[in-house]
C-alpha cells in the first residue's frame, strides 16, 4: 500500500493542514467556509451518488474481459479507483455538513414506506464496507480468499440502488433528466451483470472416468516448467 | 517485446497513475474545506448552520440585533399573498402588516416570527394570520409565509436549533393543510353554555365572564400582541390543524411555542382587537392551516355539527343567538 501513496502527499499535508486550519480563523477563512458550507449543503451529495455511480459502472466494466483488453481495463481500474475516493469524499462532506446543520433530525420524506433518510445512512454504512474491502483487497487475494472478497465488494451493487432511491426522494425533487440517467445507468449494470453471471456459469465438458485429467497448473507457471525442464535436458545432453 | 500493439503499457501506467492521483488531490481539497467548516463550527459555538460561521463576520455589522427590513419584507409577502383574500373577508383593506420576530438563532441567520393582517374597524372578521420563516442568504433575506412554497422549502433545511423537529412535523402539516382533523371541543367548560352571536366563518359567542379553553392540543402562538395580556392566540395541533382565538384579555403566560394541552387555559373573554376589527365583547373562535381560515361549516366542533350560519345536532338546532353547550368531552 505504501508504494500506491504519492511520494508529494506527505510533504503537502504538512503545509496544507497548518494553513488550512489558520486560514479558517480570519474572517475571509469564515466567509471562505460558510460559503463552501453552503455549497456542500446543496451539491456534496449529488456530487457523491455521481462519483458512485460512476465507480460501480466503470468498476463492473474494468472486470469484463470480453468488453476491454487489459490496457484499457488498467485505465478503467483507474477511473474506479478516484471516482470511488471522489464519491468517498463527497459522501463523507454530506453527512457532516447535514448533522451540523441539525437536518438529520427534521421530518423525513418516506420512500417505500422507510424514512429516506434512513435509506442513506444505510447506503452510507454499505459503502464504507465496501471501499475498506477495496483498501484491504491485496490482503483478501493474497491469502486464500478471493471468493470473500469479492462477495463483500459486490455488496456495491445493494448499496448503489438503495443510495439512488435516498438520492432521488431525500431532497429536491429531481428533473425527468436525472430520473431517467440513473434508470439507465442501473438498466446498463444489470445487463452487464447478467451477461458476467451467463458467463461464468456456463456449463463446461465434464471429465468422465477414463478420460485424461487436464493439468490445473497455469499456463505461466507450465511455460516456466518447461523451460527449466528444457534447460536441464541441454545440460544434461552436453555432459 | 517484439511487436507493439494498441497503446504502449508505459502510457497506460503514467495515465493510472495520474488519474489515480487526481483522486487523491480531491479527497485531500475535501478534507481541508471541512476541516475549515469544522473548525468554524466549534469556533462560533453553538448555533446554526448553513451560513452560521460566515454570517456573524459579514452581514451582520448592526450591533444591535437583525439586520434591517425582514419585517418589511414579510408584511410586504403578507400584503401579496394574503392581501386579496383579505380585502373580500374584511370587505375593505387590511391595514400595514404587524410583524413580529418571536425566536432566532444566536447568529440570527434564521428567524421565526408572526405576522397579521389588521382588520378595519368596519369588519366583524377573524384577522388573517400567518407564521413566516426567514434565512439570512449572504446578501438578502429569503423569507416565506405559512402556506406558501417558500415557507415549505425553508422548513425542510431550518436547523432544529431553531424549531424542534415535533414542531417543525406539524407546521409542516400546517402548511399544507391537516392530514387529518383532530376531535375539537369548543372553547370553555365542557357541560357550559354560551350564547352564539354568529356562526358564519367563525364563531363569535359571548365569553360570560368563564375562561376560554384550548379546543385542541398543540403549539401556541400568539399575535399582535401590545403586552402580555392581549392578542390573538393560534395553537397548531400535530394532524396541521389550527385554531384561532381572539379578543382575549389576561392571556396565559405560557411562552410562544409551548405545547399545550386541549382544556388548559388560555385567557379571559372582553380582550381589546389587538388585530382591529369592530370592537365587541364576543370572543372569536375559528379554524384555520397555513394559507388561511378553514370554514366552520361542515366541521364537528363540541358535539355539534356546524352548517352555514347555525349548528345542528340530531333534532336538536342552534340559531344564531341561541345558547351553544359544550357537550364534548
Not at chain 1, 99 to 114: C, Q, S
Not at chain 2, 142 to 161: H, N, W, Y
Not at chain 2, 251 to 257: A, M
Not at chain 2, 275 to 298: K, M, N
Request: proline share 7%; net charge positive.
Amino acid at each position: 500500500m505504501a508504494d500506491s501513496t504519492p511520494r508529494w502527499m506527505v510533504p503537502t499535508l504538512c503545509v496544507v493542514a497548518p494553513l488550512t486550519l489558520g486560514l479558517a480563523a480570519t474572517s475571509p477563512g469564515a466567509q471562505f467556509a460558510a460559503a463552501a458550507q453552503n455549497f456542500l449543503m446543496t451539491y456534496a451529495g449529488v456530487f457523491s451518488l455521481v462519483g458512485l455511480s460512476i465507480s460501480v459502472m466503470v468498476g463492473l466494466v474494468a472486470t469484463d474481459r470480453s468488453l476491454l483488453s487489459i490496457r484499457y481495463r488498467v485505465l478503467a481500474q483507474a477511473v474506479h479507483r478516484t471516482a470511488s475516493t471522489t464519491g468517498m469524499s463527497f459522501l463523507l462532506a454530506h453527512i457532516l455538513v447535514k448533522v451540523l446543520a441539525g437536518h438529520t433530525e427534521g421530518p423525513a420524506k418516506e420512500a417505500f414506506g422507510v424514512s429516506s433518510v434512513n435509506l442513506g445512512v444505510l447506503a452510507a454504512v454499505l459503502f464504507t464496507t465496501v471501499l475498506l474491502s477495496g483498501i484491504a483487497r491485496i490482503w483478501f487475494t493474497a491469502g486464500t480468499r478471493p471468493a470473500l472478497w469479492r462477495g463483500v465488494h459486490a455488496l456495491c451493487y445493494f448499496a448503489w440502488p438503495v443510495s439512488i432511491v435516498h438520492g432521488l426522494t431525500a431532497g429536491r425533487p429531481p428533473a425527468t433528466w436525472v430520473v431517467a440517467g440513473y434508470v439507465l445507468s442501473l438498466t446498463f449494470v444489470g445487463i452487464v451483470l447478467l451477461n458476467r453471471v451467463v458467463l461464468v456459469v456456463q456449463p463446461v465438458d465434464p471429465v468422465r472416468a477414463g478420460q485424461p485429467v487436464p493439468d490445473p497448473t497455469p499456463v505461466s507457471r507450465r511455460r516456466r516448467k518447461n523451460a527449466a525442464a528444457a534447460a536441464r535436458g541441454e545440460t544434461a545432453a552436453r555432459r | 517485446m517484439g511487436h507493439r500493439r494498441g497503446v504502449n503499457p508505459r502510457t497506460v501506467a503514467i495515465t493510472a497513475d495520474r488519474v489515480s492521483s487526481a483522486g487523491v488531490v480531491i479527497a485531500l481539497v475535501v478534507a481541508a474545506v471541512l476541516a475549515m467548516i469544522v473548525e468554524r463550527h466549534f469556533l462560533d459555538g453553538p448555533g446554526p448552520t448553513p451560513l452560521a460561521s460566515g454570517a456573524r463576520t459579514i452581514p451582520f455589522s448592526q450591533p444591535t440585533g437583525r439586520p434591517p427590513r425582514l419585517e418589511d419584507q414579510v408584511a410586504n409577502l403578507m400584503a401579496g399573498e394574503r392581501g386579496r383574500i383579505a380585502r373580500m373577508i374584511y370587505d375593505a383593506p387590511g391595514g400595514t402588516p404587524d410583524v413580529t420576530v418571536t425566536r432566532q438563532t444566536a447568529d440570527r441567520s434564521w428567524v421565526f416570527g408572526v405576522a397579521a393582517l389588521p382588520v378595519p374597524t368596519s369588519s366583524p372578521a377573524m384577522p388573517q394570520v400567518a407564521l413566516f420563516l426567514a434565512h439570512w442568504e449572504g446578501r438578502r433575506w429569503r423569507a416565506g409565509i405559512s402556506g406558501g412554497e417558500d415557507f415549505r422549502a425553508l422548513l425542510r433545511v431550518v436547523p432544529t436549533r431553531l424549531l424542534p423537529a415535533t414542531e417543525i412535523r406539524a407546521l409542516a402539516r400546517f402548511s399544507v393543510g391537516p392530514v387529518r382533523i383532530p376531535k375539537i371541543r369548543l372553547p370553555w367548560q365542557v357541560g357550559e353554555s354560551r350564547r352564539a352571536d354568529t356562526m358564519a366563518g367563525p364563531l363569535a359567542f359571548d365569553g360570560a365572564n368563564g375562561q376560554v379553553l384550548a379546543a385542541t392540543d398543540g403549539t401556541i402562538y400568539r399575535f399582535c400582541a401590545d403586552s402580555a395580556d392581549n392578542g390573538l392566540l393560534m395553537i397548531i395541533n400535530t394532524s396541521g390543524l389550527a385554531t384561532l382565538y381572539y379578543r382575549l384579555a389576561d392571556l396565559t403566560r405560557v411562552s410562544d411555542g409551548t405545547f399545550v394541552r386541549k382544556g388548559d387555559y388560555l385567557g379571559q373573554p372582553g380582550g381589546p382587537g389587538t388585530c382591529g376589527g369592530a370592537t365587541s365583547p364576543t370572543v372569536l373562535f375559528g379554524l384555520g392551516q397555513g394559507d388561511g381560515a378553514i370554514a366552520l361549516s361542515g366541521r364537528s366542533v363540541g358535539g355539534w355539527n356546524f352548517r352555514d350560519g347555525w349548528a345542528q345536532r340530531g333534532d336538536q338546532q342552534v340559531m344564531p343567538g341561541q345558547m351553544l353547550s359544550n357537550l364534548d368531552s
